[in-house]
């Protein structure tokens, strides 16, 4: 039996697990975790921190490790890359270059220029934060490390009161180089796409959606849609595979976040080169059949994917939906109790992926899990998030709710329905 090694218990690790299992792999899950969902699925754990590359690498010989896998995290991923490599392991990411670029907004930046694909308009800044170069500037801009992501040591910059503060902000969070771009007003959008031997298919497109009246960066909920999709293909769909094309991908999976401005112009804002923390993949693996999370372990195990292996591209409206809800989290606190999970868990059009459990503490904004929904349709979908926001709490000591609930349905409806239209 081949034994499998995943680095971490992080977004996506659980379900990596379990179709591990599927493919009848021996599962062992690596953290300095106690106890995580993704450790207790597991045949075994060690408690090794996925830092230390050389007593892994030690361990994987000692145990005949022939995969190494992970979650959504780009950190650990670099480290399963130098694992992967000292002992010789397929693993999809392997060309430095692809890697970079897939972590290096200033790099992403680069090849988007030279294919023509459409991105902000950007502006030279130095740390000297010349006058001559603030006042080439058109506000309000965006400033942020190019090497982050997660929003962290980003600002809006609204005026050239503001720059140096932004600007030292950022550079407090990195040594690398600061992005300054004009900032975009417009509805975020997600695209997949799936690779193999070189060629890409675009796999789903999602919208993001924030509740009303808290912050537009907490992505609440990430849906698959057909609004705005048609526009997508027309218009940047050959412009994303010419950026994956001149970055090296080769295999696996690549996703962009992309906003449509108010100017009705698509514009990429990064790129990623791993399991995209949205986790659509799980519930969208019902709309149409294909399991990114098998695909993707094939490929730790060695198997060498042909365009023929590809899903078909996506070119048309569909009826099914995928969720990734985002527990969002209100404020500081440690978790005290989780209700309904166990309830949660027996529905067959949801799944889980809760990395916190009773006395894990949660940092105000930052995201505490996320629940997957299926849904044949958008009415199917909403009445599943009723049920959840019905049934499902995580309490703190005070017994308050700790995570922002979404319950703008008619938005999800609305966007739906002209996506369908959009196709007619």
Aim: hydrophobic share 35%; charged share 30%; proline share 2%.
């Amino acid at each position: 039996m081949k034994k499998l090694l995943v680095l971490g218990s992080d977004y996506s690790t659980a379900e990596v697990v379990k179709e591990a299992h599927n493919m009848g792999l021996y599962v062992i899950v690596s953290d300095l975790m106690n106890n995580s969902p993704t450790k207790k699925l597991a045949d075994e754990s060690w408690k090794i921190s996925t830092t230390d590359v050389d007593l892994l690498t030690q361990k994987c010989k000692e145990e005949n490790i022939s995969a190494i896998m992970f979650g959504a995290s780009d950190f650990n991923i670099n480290n399963a890359r130098e694992i992967c490599r000292r002992l010789n392991l397929p693993i999809y990411c392997a060309d430095d270059y692809s890697w970079k670029v897939a972590r290096d907004k200033f790099e992403f930046k680069k090849i988007c220029k030279e294919v023509g694909a459409p991105i902000a308009q950007d502006y030279h800044l130095t740390d000297e934060l010349k006058k001559e170069d603030i006042e080439k500037i058109s506000f309000p801009v965006v400033i942020k490390p190019s090497d982050k992501s997660g929003n962290r040591g980003m600002s809006y910059c609204m005026s050239s009161n503001e720059l140096s503060d932004c600007y030292k902000y950022a550079r407090s969070i990195s040594n690398e180089n600061i992005i300054v771009e004009r900032m975009l007003k417009g509805k975020e959008y997600n695209v997949h796409y799936v690779l193999a031997n070189g060629e890409a298919r675009l796999l789903y497109f999602n919208s993001t959606h924030h509740q009303p009246g808290e912050k537009s960066n907490l992505y609440s909920l990430k849906i698959t849609t057909t609004c705005h999709l048609k526009k997508y293909i027309e218009e940047v769909n050959e412009s994303a595979k010419k950026i994956i094309q001149k970055a090296g991908c080769k295999e696996g999976i690549v996703w962009f976040d992309c906003i449509l401005d108010e100017d009705d112009n698509f514009y990429f804002l990064e790129m990623g080169y791993r399991f995209g923390g949205v986790m659509t993949y799980v519930p969208y693996s019902r709309v149409i059949g294909f399991n990114v999370i098998k695909w993707m372990l094939e490929i730790s195990i060695g198997v060498k994917h042909q365009a023929k292996h590809l899903p078909k591209e996506l070119n048309t409206a569909i009826e099914g939906c995928a969720v990734s809800y985002h527990l969002f989290s209100k404020y500081d606190g440690e978790i005290s109790e989780i209700k309904g999970l166990e309830e949660l868990e027996k529905k067959e059009n949801i799944y889980l992926d809760l990395p916190k459990r009773k006395g894990d503490l949660i940092r105000k904004d930052t995201n505490s899990g996320l629940i997957g929904v299926y849904g044949k349709n958008i009415e199917d979908v909403c009445e599943t998030l009723k049920y959840i926001n019905s049934n499902f709490k995580i309490y703190d000591s005070k017994s308050n709710n700790m995570f922002i609930i979404f319950d703008d349905y008619e938005s999800l409806r609305e966007e739906y329905y002209i996506g369908l239209r959009e196709f007619d």
